[in-house]
């Protein structure tokens, strides 16, 4: 048990470094060159969708592998309504847009949150007969749906422009914007962890007949985590797609998926700060793998063993062995603390005392 | 209307067309639908590498044939041979450790297995696309009233139905197939037994990977582009085709193979506009399948055990 | 919430460690020196799009070998991966521009790709040429990117002009419906014929998605209309396959293509069933337009052992010409010097004739058309923009 103080402690810890933080993201705006800072936001974008996906798969334990399709609504509705009115005839140069849809304009921040929640809603409808399947078959059947969602999105040219794609969304490489919408995700979704939803979804994920049996409306449950999971996994898509300047169908293959899959592995299923630490190390380390996939001379002699693609069989085999040899991840379902980290202060290298708290 | 239009200007011979394209492709889903549909049956996890097997597969056949000039014949048994062993590796290396994991962690891994595979493909063979070496007959055109046929759209059917009936025999009448059938049936039980369920699974794995062999070589002849992402889409649709039939059920998987080759074919037959979705076809079966019978139609109807 | 700061931090720390890292790079350092000039190459070397993206290397690397110096400096290519995904190119091009600092960019293969780094050019104000990018979007709007290729309406008009001259009158189509470029060439090619052939003269548009290995059902459909031509403009892999299974299925009927089925791999995969098919390019090998046409192939085929160069590397061969005399041009390594003297390309000597760019950054320049005959890529005819204005 946490006394006040302690409580009251870190939550003002809590707020003054968010503070902290988000001073800090105007120093990083101004600071760093347009490279850097593309990863940082895209680093901090995939946290929202590696968030979104621990929902599901980490704390409700419903492996749900549709991700990239609920990310490719929220996309989309960011890329059809905030170009602007005048450059849409550019865009849309072989088959006109929808003429009801043509003069709609939306400030992005709208188009974030009705691209959420239409992908909450298509998870809602989705969720109905999905749900009721447990393990691999319900894996299929959501890389399913969301491969249903690209086809249709490739298909459906006066909306969406079909293969074409959307370019000329304003582009959002914008530190502190992104951050701060990292920010309201990460809160929004630690407050629903932490509520009796949080304690229903783990239920679930531990024994779901013994849940039931506690009074758990399961469906109920499971939907909400799904639509929940969809409503973020659909705002990340939306600055995904803002922060790129241009969507297409393409991007949201299901293969894009398992880089969220590999975020959530690497971080431990179950874990918010966990979640957060892989969307990091995956994001970053993609780039700094880079090095491989460049020609290596060592002393004036080429290694023919580095040559493009390595970086890609060096990545799929480090989530193997991620997964063999270290299933729970970084943090497992830990969470990192403010008491974790005072008691580690104050005996960096003593044995565990007891306001260490383990969940 | 649309129907009605493509039924009125559809000519016997186009059907029978149809009907043939139709039986052809939903013949080579079955032949590497019953891989998975029998790994599945006895470990419960979804290998999701299947696909990539088969891809590596082809490109076994193609250097055995274009690099080391192998005689068509030998390369396909040599394919065969290298592919069940590379199963068996896959298993040991990416499953076996992971047996008394969370059934998630397996899948994850399987994933993993899939990506890497794919990856390394990319990395050594280049993603430039490779042509599968003509076979001398089974490369031919046929003609038959209005309809053309490849040679080997005859004997895809004809090794698929083989390739079923060696595998009821070996799973039906052989002491492995009655360890296979225990260890499927109870784990804990078959280990008491005193059943060696890493060998059970090794064959099982080996078995399962000859047949997606078999499936690759005839992938490869009747579409003759081998990529390293080659595949990706006929694995999921052939797992699709498993489910359909009854996942486990290995008549089922070949029920399911012929129902989605077929249904994809005549979607397009019956409504042309509707081309652009047809790879969604595969996935609207898996979930109407779901939402009616998640068993299948051949599969047993049975509770998930707690 | 409190795990929040300590993941934001962590967040923070690991990417200031990677900026630490990357600053550090050797190759950065070797930028500083002042006799060498950067060019950023950004390609696709792996996924979907790597056979094309290779093939483009092999041109530019070839360029860069023949014209290695300008102004006295030497020229060093900076080779990135975009990956085939648009994330990945987007960061690519970042890294070129901000890491390796390069002055000029060439590329991508996949019109998607370069847009991807459309905005990050144009903010960042470093021109790029795009080697094989055929959709509009590419150049529209964007100042700083031009492009060494024809657009996809030009294609499509091209290749429906070329169908109708040739006495078609009832066309079909195929597109690869999830590609752009196919769905671009598809549309310009319906609109050119069905003004030159009359209405309801295209019978069929068919669609197949990328990585799709069986066109059956669609290609039985396509015979019962009996079209003179079939459209089937994509991916040379899919390509070659459809095309296989069309004369499997008896059609006899002539398939027309776009530029990208100009590669040995087409013709490998596609074997004696792509024989006498027509598509549009930019580059003849025996119709060499110049001398550096004639320079650009030999040394192709010295380099490439006994290999023809096909309409790709000669394209990014050409991307690579630019960008070179610009350079010269500018004499400056000011980036916004370099791009205006891109724009004023004007009569350069080229691979595929001599490079005009527009308004819009395109180059206005005749097109091949090409053919398969006893396996090699054979010349056919030649379609020049003022032909098209004057029907």
Redesign the interface.
């Not at chain 2, 493909?121 to 430039?128: E, K, L």
């Not at chain 3, 002539?254 to 930019?282: H, M, R, Y």
């Given at each position: 048990m946490r006394n006040m103080t302690t409580g009251k402690r870190n939550f003002l810890l809590t707020v003054v470094a968010i503070l902290v933080l988000f001073g800090l993201s105007f120093v990083v705006q101004d600071g760093v060159d347009t490279y850097i800072r593309r990863i940082i936001n895209l680093c901090l974008i995939y946290a929202i969708i590696g968030l979104s996906m621990n929902i599901t798969n980490g704390f409700a334990g419903q492996f749900s592998l549709g991700q990239a399709g609920f990310m490719a609504i929220g996309a989309y509705m960011v890329g059809i309504f905030t170009v602007p009115v005048n450059l849409r005839a550019d865009v849309f140069y072989a088959v006109p847009m929808n003429p009801y849809l043509v003069n709609i304009y939306m400030p992005l921040w709208l188009a974030l949150i009705l691209g959420g929640l239409l992908a909450a809603l298509v998870a809602g409808l989705i969720g109905t007969p999905v749900l009721r399947l447990r393990g691999d078959y319900l894996a299929i059947a959501t890389l399913g749906f969301s491969e249903i969602i690209r086809i249709i999105i490739t298909n459906a040219n006066t909306i969406t422009n079909g293969a074409l794609g959307i370019k000329n969304i304003p582009s959002l490489n914008d530190v502190r914007y992104i951050f701060l919408a990292t920010a309201v995700a990460y809160v929004l979704i630690s407050l629903l962890l932490s509520s009796s939803y949080g304690r229903a979804f783990k239920a679930i994920r531990e024994d779901e007949i013994a849940a039931e049996a506690m009074g758990i409306d399961l469906f109920h449950h499971k939907n909400m985590a799904f639509m929940v999971s969809a409503f973020f996994a659909g705002i990340g898509g939306g600055l995904y797609g803002a922060l790129l300047g241009t969507v297409d169908p393409k991007n949201f293959l299901f293969t894009l998926t398992y880089n969220f899959l590999l975020i959530i592995v690497l971080g431990g299923m179950g874990s918010i700060t966990g979640s957060m630490l892989g969307a990091v190390i995956v994001t970053a380390g993609l780039e700094y793998l880079r090095v491989f996939d460049e020609p290596l001379e060592i002393m004036g002699v080429a290694i023919p063993l580095f040559r493009p693609g390595l970086r890609m069989v060096v990545f799929s085999l480090l989530l193997m062995a991620c997964v063999l040899f270290w299933r729970h991840g970084i943090m497992g379902t830990r969470e990192f603390t403010w008491d974790k980290l005072a008691a580690f202060l104050k005996h960096p290298f003593g044995i565990r005392k007891k306001g260490v708290q383990r969940k | 209307m649309e129907l009605f239009q493509a039924l009125t200007h559809m000519t016997a011979a186009g059907f029978a067309q149809h009907l043939v394209n139709g039986i052809s492709l939903g013949s080579l889903y079955a032949l590497i639908a019953i891989g998975y549909t029998m790994v599945y049956g006895i470990l419960l996890m979804i290998n999701f590498a299947h696909g990539d097997i088969v891809m590596m597969a082809c490109y076994f056949a193609f250097f055995g044939i274009t690099a080391f000039h192998i005689p068509w014949y030998l390369t396909f048994i040599g394919t065969i041979a290298a592919t069940a062993l590379l199963g068996v590796v896959i298993e040991r290396t990416a499953y076996r450790p992971l047996r008394d994991a969370p059934k998630n962690s397996v899948l994850i891994s399987a994933i993993g297995a899939s990506f890497l595979l794919e990856n390394l493909a990319n990395y050594i063979f280049s993603g430039r696309p490779m042509h599968f070496p003509d076979i001398p007959f089974l490369s031919s055109m046929v003609r038959i009233g209005g309809v053309q046929i490849q040679a080997i759209c005859f004997f895809i059917p004809v090794v698929t139905v083989l390739c079923l009936a060696i595998l009821l025999h070996i799973v039906n009448h052989t002491k492995t197939g009655m360890a296979m059938r225990a260890v499927s049936k109870d784990y804990e039980i078959a280990r008491v037994m005193g059943i060696n369920i890493d060998n059970v699974i090794s064959i099982t794995f080996a078995i399962g990977s000859a047949l997606a062999a078999v499936g690759a070589i005839m992938w490869g002849i009747r579409y003759p582009g081998i990529t390293p992402y080659l595949g990706v889409m006929p694995g999921l649709k052939c797992f699709i085709a498993a489910v359909i039939g009854g996942i486990g059920n290995i008549k089922g998987a070949v029920l399911g193979g012929f129902i989605l080759g077929l249904g994809e074919i005549l979607i397009v037959a019956f409504f042309p506009t509707l081309s652009g979705y047809r790879d969604a076809f595969a996935f609207i079966m898996l979930i109407l399948i779901l939402f009616y019978k998640p068993t299948g139609i051949l599969g047993e109807t049975t509770t998930e055990k707690v | 919430?409190?795990?929040?700061?300590?993941?934001?931090?962590?967040?923070?720390v690991?990417?200031a460690l990677?900026?630490g890292?990357?600053g550090g790079d050797k190759k950065a350092d070797k930028g500083a020196s002042g006799n060498v000039v950067k060019v950023g190459v950004f390609l696709p070397?792996?996924?979907?799009?790597?056979?094309g993206g290779?093939l483009e290397l092999r041109g530019i690397k070839l360029a860069n070998k023949l014209h290695p110096e300008v102004n006295g400096k030497k020229i060093e290519l900076v080779?990135a991966?975009n990956?085939s995904?648009?994330?990945e190119a987007?960061?690519v091009a970042?890294?070129l521009?901000?890491?390796d600092k390069v002055k000029v960019i060439l590329g991508s293969y996949g019109s998607?790709l370069s847009?991807?780094a459309?905005?990050?050019v144009k903010?960042?104000k470093v021109p790029a040429i795009g080697t094989s990018c055929t959709?509009?979007?590419v150049t529209?709007?964007n100042d700083y990117y031009f492009r060494a290729c024809f657009i996809d309406p030009f294609q499509g008009t091209v290749m429906a002009n070329y169908a109708y001259k040739k006495g078609a009158r009832k066309a079909a189509i195929v597109q690869?419906?999830?590609?752009?470029y196919?769905?671009?060439l598809a549309?310009?090619f319906k609109e050119a014929f069905e003004k030159l052939a009359g209405a309801g003269s295209v019978v069929?548009v068919?669609?197949?998605?990328?990585?799709?290995?069986?066109f059956?059902?669609?290609l039985?459909?396509l015979?019962?209309k009996n079209p003179d031509a079939i459209f089937a403009p994509g991916n040379?892999?899919?390509s070659?396959?459809l095309i296989?299974q069309a004369r499997?299925?008896?059609i006899k009927a002539p398939f027309l293509g776009g530029d990208t089925w100009e590669t040995q791999?087409f013709i490998?995969?596609g074997?004696k069933e792509v024989e006498g098919i027509c598509f549009s390019s930019a580059f003849d090998r025996e119709k060499a337009a110049t001398p550096e046409a004639k320079k650009f192939m030999e040394a192709y085929t010295k380099e490439y052992g006994g290999q023809q160069p096909g309409g790709l590397s000669a394209m990014a061969y050409d991307a690579y010409l630019i960008a070179l005399n610009a350079l010269k041009q500018a004499g400056t390594d000011d980036s916004i010097k370099i791009r205006d003297a891109i724009a004023k390309t004007k009569d350069l000597e080229t691979t595929t004739g001599m490079t005009t760019l527009n308004a819009d950054g395109d180059p206005i320049k005749s097109a091949v058309i090409k053919t398969v005959k006893n396996g090699k890529f054979t010349y056919l005819d030649m379609v020049s923009p003022e032909d098209l204005k004057a029907k």
């Amino acid at each position: 048990m946490r006394n006040m103080t302690t409580g009251k402690r870190n939550f003002l810890l809590t707020v003054v470094a968010i503070l902290v933080l988000f001073g800090l993201s105007f120093v990083v705006q101004d600071g760093v060159d347009t490279y850097i800072r593309r990863i940082i936001n895209l680093c901090l974008i995939y946290a929202i969708i590696g968030l979104s996906m621990n929902i599901t798969n980490g704390f409700a334990g419903q492996f749900s592998l549709g991700q990239a399709g609920f990310m490719a609504i929220g996309a989309y509705m960011v890329g059809i309504f905030t170009v602007p009115v005048n450059l849409r005839a550019d865009v849309f140069y072989a088959v006109p847009m929808n003429p009801y849809l043509v003069n709609i304009y939306m400030p992005l921040w709208l188009a974030l949150i009705l691209g959420g929640l239409l992908a909450a809603l298509v998870a809602g409808l989705i969720g109905t007969p999905v749900l009721r399947l447990r393990g691999d078959y319900l894996a299929i059947a959501t890389l399913g749906f969301s491969e249903i969602i690209r086809i249709i999105i490739t298909n459906a040219n006066t909306i969406t422009n079909g293969a074409l794609g959307i370019k000329n969304i304003p582009s959002l490489n914008d530190v502190r914007y992104i951050f701060l919408a990292t920010a309201v995700a990460y809160v929004l979704i630690s407050l629903l962890l932490s509520s009796s939803y949080g304690r229903a979804f783990k239920a679930i994920r531990e024994d779901e007949i013994a849940a039931e049996a506690m009074g758990i409306d399961l469906f109920h449950h499971k939907n909400m985590a799904f639509m929940v999971s969809a409503f973020f996994a659909g705002i990340g898509g939306g600055l995904y797609g803002a922060l790129l300047g241009t969507v297409d169908p393409k991007n949201f293959l299901f293969t894009l998926t398992y880089n969220f899959l590999l975020i959530i592995v690497l971080g431990g299923m179950g874990s918010i700060t966990g979640s957060m630490l892989g969307a990091v190390i995956v994001t970053a380390g993609l780039e700094y793998l880079r090095v491989f996939d460049e020609p290596l001379e060592i002393m004036g002699v080429a290694i023919p063993l580095f040559r493009p693609g390595l970086r890609m069989v060096v990545f799929s085999l480090l989530l193997m062995a991620c997964v063999l040899f270290w299933r729970h991840g970084i943090m497992g379902t830990r969470e990192f603390t403010w008491d974790k980290l005072a008691a580690f202060l104050k005996h960096p290298f003593g044995i565990r005392k007891k306001g260490v708290q383990r969940k | 209307m649309e129907l009605f239009q493509a039924l009125t200007h559809m000519t016997a011979a186009g059907f029978a067309q149809h009907l043939v394209n139709g039986i052809s492709l939903g013949s080579l889903y079955a032949l590497i639908a019953i891989g998975y549909t029998m790994v599945y049956g006895i470990l419960l996890m979804i290998n999701f590498a299947h696909g990539d097997i088969v891809m590596m597969a082809c490109y076994f056949a193609f250097f055995g044939i274009t690099a080391f000039h192998i005689p068509w014949y030998l390369t396909f048994i040599g394919t065969i041979a290298a592919t069940a062993l590379l199963g068996v590796v896959i298993e040991r290396t990416a499953y076996r450790p992971l047996r008394d994991a969370p059934k998630n962690s397996v899948l994850i891994s399987a994933i993993g297995a899939s990506f890497l595979l794919e990856n390394l493909a990319n990395y050594i063979f280049s993603g430039r696309p490779m042509h599968f070496p003509d076979i001398p007959f089974l490369s031919s055109m046929v003609r038959i009233g209005g309809v053309q046929i490849q040679a080997i759209c005859f004997f895809i059917p004809v090794v698929t139905v083989l390739c079923l009936a060696i595998l009821l025999h070996i799973v039906n009448h052989t002491k492995t197939g009655m360890a296979m059938r225990a260890v499927s049936k109870d784990y804990e039980i078959a280990r008491v037994m005193g059943i060696n369920i890493d060998n059970v699974i090794s064959i099982t794995f080996a078995i399962g990977s000859a047949l997606a062999a078999v499936g690759a070589i005839m992938w490869g002849i009747r579409y003759p582009g081998i990529t390293p992402y080659l595949g990706v889409m006929p694995g999921l649709k052939c797992f699709i085709a498993a489910v359909i039939g009854g996942i486990g059920n290995i008549k089922g998987a070949v029920l399911g193979g012929f129902i989605l080759g077929l249904g994809e074919i005549l979607i397009v037959a019956f409504f042309p506009t509707l081309s652009g979705y047809r790879d969604a076809f595969a996935f609207i079966m898996l979930i109407l399948i779901l939402f009616y019978k998640p068993t299948g139609i051949l599969g047993e109807t049975t509770t998930e055990k707690v | 919430m409190k795990k929040f700061v300590s993941a934001m931090l962590a967040m923070t720390v690991s990417a200031a460690l990677i900026a630490g890292c990357g600053g550090g790079d050797k190759k950065a350092d070797k930028g500083a020196s002042g006799n060498v000039v950067k060019v950023g190459v950004f390609l696709p070397l792996t996924g979907d799009n790597a056979a094309g993206g290779e093939l483009e290397l092999r041109g530019i690397k070839l360029a860069n070998k023949l014209h290695p110096e300008v102004n006295g400096k030497k020229i060093e290519l900076v080779v990135a991966d975009n990956k085939s995904d648009k994330a990945e190119a987007a960061n690519v091009a970042a890294r070129l521009i901000e890491k390796d600092k390069v002055k000029v960019i060439l590329g991508s293969y996949g019109s998607s790709l370069s847009m991807a780094a459309g905005n990050i050019v144009k903010d960042s104000k470093v021109p790029a040429i795009g080697t094989s990018c055929t959709n509009p979007q590419v150049t529209k709007g964007n100042d700083y990117y031009f492009r060494a290729c024809f657009i996809d309406p030009f294609q499509g008009t091209v290749m429906a002009n070329y169908a109708y001259k040739k006495g078609a009158r009832k066309a079909a189509i195929v597109q690869e419906v999830s590609n752009d470029y196919s769905v671009g060439l598809a549309k310009f090619f319906k609109e050119a014929f069905e003004k030159l052939a009359g209405a309801g003269s295209v019978v069929e548009v068919a669609n197949y998605q990328t990585g799709d290995k069986d066109f059956t059902a669609q290609l039985t459909n396509l015979k019962a209309k009996n079209p003179d031509a079939i459209f089937a403009p994509g991916n040379f892999t899919e390509s070659a396959l459809l095309i296989k299974q069309a004369r499997q299925l008896g059609i006899k009927a002539p398939f027309l293509g776009g530029d990208t089925w100009e590669t040995q791999e087409f013709i490998n995969v596609g074997g004696k069933e792509v024989e006498g098919i027509c598509f549009s390019s930019a580059f003849d090998r025996e119709k060499a337009a110049t001398p550096e046409a004639k320079k650009f192939m030999e040394a192709y085929t010295k380099e490439y052992g006994g290999q023809q160069p096909g309409g790709l590397s000669a394209m990014a061969y050409d991307a690579y010409l630019i960008a070179l005399n610009a350079l010269k041009q500018a004499g400056t390594d000011d980036s916004i010097k370099i791009r205006d003297a891109i724009a004023k390309t004007k009569d350069l000597e080229t691979t595929t004739g001599m490079t005009t760019l527009n308004a819009d950054g395109d180059p206005i320049k005749s097109a091949v058309i090409k053919t398969v005959k006893n396996g090699k890529f054979t010349y056919l005819d030649m379609v020049s923009p003022e032909d098209l204005k004057a029907k």
